[in-house]
């Protein structure tokens, strides 16, 4: 349901940030498919005492946030409201509790897609790319997910992971929230590692999730209480 309270809740944050990339020229730029109005919860997976994965230093949770920033940016340049489910390095010290509260802000909010990113950790040094997940019996979930992941493809062509159904929390507790959840690549690869630690990548990895989303929304999965939810 659209609820004017999502609107108001998000419209408070969009009108500061859009005048202020608005002041620096930072509005979207001619023949970029507008997202106007397009609600987006973003979750920057960990924090706080969570690292999550985490290998010579680098940590999942710093990653995660830095990747979820870059996207906000770049989905506001496109006329979405964007709502962060953590905007700093914190978290409850009780993980559980910190998703519940995650998951209670997204039913709040009643986004019109989820976007939850995490990385990925193998023993096996080799395995890389990003690989999208969905909640099993989502259709809008499946499609969304279908859509990041090609992108994620174009942007690493050598990746051949698909998107697939997994088990997550936060999918699992909305499951008609059309969401995915984004493994963005592997911590254990030394690739996928650069990938991360450069802004110019991680600008590459947000744009592939703006295309995602806007290839979903250009084919018409916005549309709510209809057959496809
Ligand atoms: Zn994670």
């Known amino acids: 349901m ?40 973003i979750d920057p997976g ?9 290998i010579n230093g680098l940590l999942e949770k710093d990653i995660t946030l830095s990747v979820a920033k870059i996207l906000q940016g770049q989905l506001i340049r496109r006329e979405a409201s964007v709502l962060l489910t953590r905007s700093g390095d914190y978290a409850h010290p009780n993980y559980k509790k910190e998703l519940a509260e995650r998951s209670r802000l997204i039913e709040k909010v009643n986004p019109d897609v989820l976007i939850s990113i995490h990385i990925n950790k193998f023993p096996h040094p080799g395995c890389f790319g990003g690989q999208v997940f969905y909640q099993e ?10 859509k990041i992941q090609t992108e994620l ?12 159904s997994g088990d997550y929390y936060l999918l699992r507790e909305h499951p008609r929230t059309p969401g995915a959840v984004l493994e963005i690549g592997f911590i254990s690869n030394p690739i996928d590692r650069q990938r991360f630690q450069s802004a110019d990548e991680k600008e590459a990895i947000a744009s592939a999730i703006v295309a995602g989303i806007s290839s979903y929304v250009a084919e018409g999965y916005l549309a709510r209480n209809s057959a496809t939810d």
């Open 2 to 41: 659209l609820s004017r309270h999502r609107f108001w809740l998000l419209g408070v944050a969009l009108l500061f940030l859009s005048g202020a990339l608005y002041a620096s020229g930072l509005h979207r730029d001619e023949g970029e498919i507008a997202l106007t109005d397009v609600a987006v919860v």
């Open 46 to 54: 960990h924090g706080g005492r969570d690292p999550g994965a985490n």
């Open 137 to 146: 019996g989502s259709i809008k979930g499946e499609k969304l997910a279908e």
């Open 153 to 164: 493809i174009r942007i690493q062509p050598e990746n051949r992971r698909e998107a697939r």
